[in-house]
C-alpha cells in the first residue's frame, strides 16, 4: 500500500482515480453481464491494449460491490495474468467484447489460487485502510453514528 500511494482520504472512487492517473490510461467500472453472473463470477478486469475495466456484481450490497473493485484493482497492482487464450465460453459471456482487443483478463468465481488470495488480502487491507480514516471522523448524526461509534468505526 505504501509503494502505491493510496489517496487520502481513502475512497474507492479516489482509488480509482489514482490507478487511472498510475498507469496512464482509463479504468472503467461496469455491472457484470448477467451471464457472467449466472456462470459464477463476482469480479472481471479485463486489460485492453488501451484501458482497464473492471465489472462488478451489480445485484449485491454497495459494500460488497466495493471490495469487488478493490479484488481487481488489487490485481492491476500487483499486475496478475491469467487467461490468455479467449475461448468460446469467455465470447459467451462478455458477448459486447472483441476477443481480439483483450491482452488481458482475470474473472473470479473462487479464491483458490495465491493470486486470488493475495489480491484477497490487499483489498482487505484496503478496505481496513477507509475504515480506519472513517474512525478519525465524527460520527454521521442519530442511529447511524451511534452504531458507527459502537463498532469502532468512529469517534466521537
Not at 453481464?33 to 449466472?38: E, F
Not at 493470486?115 to 480514516?133: G, I, K, N, W, Y
Request: charged share 20%; net charge negative.
Amino acid at each position: 500500500m505504501d509503494r502505491v500511494g493510496p489517496p487520502r482520504p481513502f475512497s474507492v472512487e479516489a482509488l480509482c482515480r489514482h490507478v487511472r492517473a498510475l498507469r496512464g490510461r482509463p479504468l472503467h467500472l461496469h455491472p457484470m453481464p448477467m451471464q457472467a453472473v449466472r456462470a459464477g463470477a463476482f469480479g472481471l478486469w479485463i486489460a485492453t491494449a488501451t484501458d482497464d475495466h473492471i465489472f462488478y456484481e451489480e445485484h449485491t450490497s454497495r459494500l460488497h460491490q466495493e471490495h469487488i473493485v478493490l479484488h481487481e484493482i488489487s490485481h492491476i497492482l500487483f499486475d496478475h495474468h491469467s487467461v490468455t487464450e479467449h475461448d468460446g465460453q469467455l465470447h459467451r459471456l462478455l458477448r459486447d467484447l472483441d476477443p481480439q482487443l483483450i491482452h488481458r483478463l482475470l474473472a473470479r468465481a473462487d479464491h483458490s489460487t495465491h493470486e486470488e488470495q493475495v489480491a484477497e488480502m490487499l483489498a482487505s487491507l484496503m478496505r481496513t485502510c477507509e475504515q480506519a480514516e472513517g474512525a478519525e471522523r465524527p460520527p454521521a448524526p442519530g442511529m447511524l453514528g451511534r452504531l458507527q461509534a459502537a463498532l469502532g468505526l468512529a469517534s466521537g
